[in-house]
Structure formats: C-alpha cells, structure tokens
C-alpha cells in the first residue's frame, strides 16, 4: 500500500520568503506528526496531530511555524519568513492511533534557505 | 528533559560478522523504544518497535532488547551484510502527557564492507 508521501521533495528559497511543505499520511491514520533534521543533528519533535487537532504546540522552534490538519489527512507545515537556520530536512510520520503505535515516515522535504 | 545517546556514532565492520549497536536513554519512564534506519536521501524505515512492558523484539537478523530500569536498548544484528549500511536511529516515547512526542538519539552510522 501506499506509505506517507511529501511534497516537495526539494525546496530551495530566499531568506524571507514563506514555504509550505506538505505531508500525505498513510490512509487512516489518525495521528500525524512532524520533525526536523538539521544537518548533523538529530531528528526534532516539532509537532503532531490526532486528528485535525494539535494538542501541543510547544515544539515549534517559533512564531514563523505553524502546522495544520484538514480531514484527518493531509497535513502543511508553513514556516514564513524564512530564516537560513531553518533549512533542514522536514520529516513527517503518521500512525494509527496516537501513543503506542509504531509510526511510519516518508521520505522528507529538504529546505535549503539562501 | 529526556536525552537519548548512541554508541558508537561509527561503526565500520566486514561482511559476516555480528554487532551490537547501543542507545540510553536518561529517563526511564517511557511507554516504548523505537529502533529506525535511515538510508541517505530517504526517510526513516521502523526496524522494531518495543513496548515498556517487554524486553525483546526480534525481525529476521534483527534482535532489539530493552532494559528500562538501567535506561539502556541494545540492537544486535546477526550476519551482518552490506544492504545493512545506514544509519540506525533509536527514538523513546516517554510516558507522560505528551505520550506521542519521540525524542531521538543521534545515530550509529554503520558500514558494513565486503
């Protein structure tokens, strides 16, 4: 079956222009989440969904993020006002259920900021 | 603040022989490990996923074990080959209000040699 997909693969933007990257979860997954890898860090909780809700928000680096869900499926993760510490690989992963189920991930959107 | 660490960050080895990868984990109240590998320009793919309550989970060549109260997960991988090379990723899920947040460590790059 089909596993998360996300678009843009690539993103290559100037410093203050706003992004959106797109995350498909897999079919019926209530859960989604998004993360961050910053070249040679680890991965970084920014946020997830249950449902179309957000219950925590905390993990947003900023005010220039937000995330939103629509029909407990497609997920955007929008970043305005690029920053160059922002270029990452933005990854994102749904599950089943929220808690304890083994969450699967797509392949990433790689943001380059110039 | 839960910190996840991974030993060793390298780890290059000649086809055939068997491994251990380690990751701890500071706080021990978590609801399950993780265990990913991440290959270059790819997401992650779940390798093997154990709850708090267990000790062990095994897949084909791969054995994951769990020991909560010392804060510590080994991944051993048994006839080692080189389609194993990547980047094995360990990740907790604590048990607490923000039960879907997975904090990562920062990887064993592994290479496997012919």
């Known amino acids: 079956g089909a596993g998360v997909s996300q678009s843009p693969s690539n993103k290559v933007t100037e410093k203050g222009k706003d992004v959106e990257l797109r995350c498909d979860p897999i079919?019926?997954?209530?859960?989604l989440y998004w993360y961050r890898q910053r070249l040679g860090q680890g991965l970084e909780f920014l946020i997830y969904?249950?449902?179309?809700?957000?219950?925590?928000k905390s993990g947003l680096p900023s005010d220039r993020f937000s995330a939103e869900r629509t029909g407990e499926s497609v997920s955007t993760l929008t970043i305005q006002r690029t920053q160059q510490e922002d270029s990452a690989v933005y990854l994102c992963?749904?599950?089943?259920?929220?808690?304890?189920?083994?969450?699967?991930f797509g392949p990433g959107t790689r943001l380059t900021v110039l | 603040k839960q910190e996840v660490t991974q030993i060793p960050a390298a780890l290059s080895v000649p086809e055939g022989e068997n491994l251990v990868l380690n990751c701890s984990f500071t706080?021990?109240?978590?609801?399950?490990l993780q265990w990913f590998r991440q290959d270059p320009g790819k997401g992650l793919t779940s390798l093997l996923l154990?709850?708090?309550?267990?000790r062990e989970q095994t897949s084909g060549r791969l054995n994951a074990s769990l020991d909560k109260s010392s804060g510590r997960s080994t991944l051993y991988i048994a006839a080692s080959q080189p389609g194993d090379s990547a980047t094995y990723l360990c990740?907790?899920?604590?048990?607490?209000?923000?039960?879907?947040?997975?904090?990562f460590g920062t990887g064993t790059r592994l290479q496997v040699t012919l």
């Open positions: 969904f249950q449902g179309n809700s957000a219950p925590d």
């Open positions: 990740a907790v899920r604590l048990n607490t209000g923000t039960a879907s947040k997975l904090t």
């Open positions: 079919s019926g997954h209530t859960a």
């Open positions: 154990i709850q708090s309550s267990q």
């Open positions: 706080d021990s109240a978590i609801y399950n």
């Open positions: 992963a749904s599950s089943l259920v929220l808690g304890t189920d083994t969450q699967y």
